[in-house]
């Protein structure tokens, strides 16, 4: 059974940091992608970064490149999101999720279209 737990969100000051953590189980990280999405309130969904199983390639969204970090710990079967320097338009739910079927890594980021999904953490960016 495939389980993503997601922990560390919270109330952050702009220019603060949260390092989020998304607990798997079910599946190993070795051989799939995975990746954090986000969800504004009245905003779509978006596909803030991704880390590919093969060879341990990252992505991100245009907007916090520079300022997050996504990592995988394989043996701890645990997957991170580092966020700095945050701002209020970051405020939304993150989400981790995960990709059985090998979609392409645009699909994944321009679509955040994944199997399963953790019940998501909100982040709140505000003075």
């Known amino acids: 059974q495939v389980q993503l737990v997601e922990s560390g969100g919270g109330l952050v000051q702009p220019g603060g940091s949260l390092r989020l953590s998304c607990d798997v189980s079910?599946?190993?990280?070795?051989?799939?992608?995975i990746g954090w999405i986000r969800q504004a309130p009245g905003k779509e969904r978006e596909g803030v970064s991704c880390?590919?199983?093969?060879?341990?390639?990252?992505y991100y969204t245009r907007s916090v490149r520079g300022r997050f970090t996504i990592s995988k710990d394989n043996a701890k079967n645990t997957v991170y999101l580092q966020m700095n320097n945050l701002k209020p338009e970051d405020t939304a739910v993150y989400y981790c999720?995960?990709?059985?079927?090998?979609?392409?890594?645009?699909?994944?980021?321009?679509?955040?279209?994944?199997?399963?999904w953790g019940q998501g953490t909100q982040v709140t960016v505000s003075s």
């Open positions: 999720a995960t990709d059985i079927g090998g979609r392409p890594i645009d699909v994944l980021m321009t679509r955040a279209e994944y199997d399963y």
């Open positions: 079910g599946f190993t990280l070795d051989y799939h992608a």
């Open positions: 880390i590919v199983s093969a060879d341990g390639s990252t």
